[in-house]
């Protein structure tokens, strides 16, 4: 007889997508779906969905028979062709992947988080309702929604008693959550009041959405992790309209530089796409350029990925090889930019949650290792940094499990 398969998940692209997966999994065992393989697509990349469509397979080639449920943004927009993979025996689209009934479970789940890491990324808002040029999630995920403050301070407070003592807010477009007149930093002050959180994080923001606000509450909020990630995607003005964003590039330096003067332990993180069509040398060399600038202590860099339903689809595309070496360039610059970040940490005590024995995340999400000994998983511990490999920070204890 075969072994019988446990119920598990894979998670493709976003953190989203990942809590999304955990609620998934608990309400498909609610459902009776014990064996299942459930995977959550991504379609930011054509590089993404086809990772997906590879795990699929092997999946399908190491147990056959098993059943492969296939959701998330790239099987919404092309049902078919998911379907008609190996092993797949049914594909849900994301309008329908977080119902109780899509799984044969009943009632409604609450915001999706995920529960079993030390650190609970927490789903507080879903959709958008900017129309940027090479985006294709709007469509994959539809208009911009939130969860109910209650709703989200319920959720943060059900982390906090299963032990997890930071929590991240997450949304396709987090900076736009609403709940009536009230903004992301009316949510975040709800969530810090509840009792035991130590600490919370933002995800990636909208430039031209961060409020004074919500610098306000950096400035004045110590357990409102000092991490501004900002979804920058260019560095030139000009290709920036062409992208449909709502920022220009002075408008982030402007916006960096008054986080950083509210709160001095302040990192600022961004993500940049290289290749958009139509960028030339002078276009990349301003993103160059704000790289330097911006100094970042975390840098993503997506090369251009043409998806179809997009206006940027219908633009010539620019040669690969030109876009993965500017890519290529921009990764260097941030690499050198993170690892600077992390040297100015030497000497320095930090206070870190313990995703494992010995790797833990700083305040200003850092990456660090204990160079000796460990500490309990998903613990706060305070450890002083005492030399860096890249950008990774090399750690030891120093007052015990807070």
Not at 95 to 121: D, H
């Amino acid at each position: 007889m075969d072994p019988v398969l446990p119920l598990e998940t894979l998670a493709f692209g976003c953190r989203l997508n990942s809590a999304e997966a955990e609620t998934m999994a608990a309400l498909a065992a609610a459902g009776g779906l014990h064996d299942a393989l459930i995977v959550n697509t991504c379609a930011v990349t054509s590089e993404a969905e086809a990772q997906a469509r590879q795990a699929i397979r092997r999946a399908a080639r190491e147990n056959p028979g098993r059943p492969i449920i296939v959701t998330g943004c790239a099987a919404t927009l092309a049902p078919a062709a998911w379907a008609a993979l190996p092993g797949v025996a049914r594909v849900l689209g994301n309008s329908n992947k977080l119902l109780a009934m899509s799984w044969g479970a009943t009632g409604n789940p609450p915001p999706a988080v995920t529960q079993g890491r030390a650190r609970a990324f927490l789903e507080v808002q879903q959709g958008c309702d900017h129309h940027c040029t090479f985006c294709v999630i709007r469509i994959a995920r539809g208009a911009s929604r939130s969860w109910a403050v209650d709703e989200v301070v319920g959720a943060t407070r059900q982390a906090v008693a299963r032990g997890q003592r930071e929590v991240i807010l997450t949304g396709v477009d987090l900076a736009s959550w609403r709940d009536g007149a009230h903004g992301l930093a009316a949510l975040a002050r709800n969530c810090l009041a509840v009792p035991g959180l130590d600490r919370l994080r933002l995800s990636s923001l909208d430039p031209a959405a961060v409020t004074p606000e919500l610098l306000a509450l950096w400035a004045g909020e110590a357990r409102l992790a000092p991490f501004l990630h900002l979804s920058v995607q260019h560095g030139a003005a000009l290709i920036l309209k062409r992208m449909r964003r709502r920022h220009s590039p002075m408008a982030v330096l402007e916006l960096a530089a008054a986080a950083r003067q509210g709160r001095s332990d302040m990192a600022v993180g961004a993500d940049l796409i290289a290749g958009f069509p139509t960028e030339d040398e002078a276009h990349h060399a301003a993103s160059m350029a704000l790289v330097e600038t911006l100094r970042p202590a975390a840098l993503h860099v997506f090369p251009f990925s043409r998806r179809p339903g997009t206006p940027a689809f219908l633009l010539p595309a620019l040669p690969p090889a030109l876009v993965r070496a500017r890519a290529a360039s921009l990764r260097a610059a941030g690499k050198r930019h993170a690892e600077a970040a992390a040297a100015a940490r030497v000497g320095q005590r930090e206070v870190a949650i313990f995703d494992a024995p010995k790797l833990a995340t700083t305040a200003q999400g850092l990456r660090l290792r204990l160079t000796a000994g460990t500490a309990p998983r998903g613990s706060m511990q305070t450890v002083r940094v005492t030399g860096v490999d890249g950008a990774l920070l090399l750690a030891e204890a120093e007052h015990g499990v807070a």
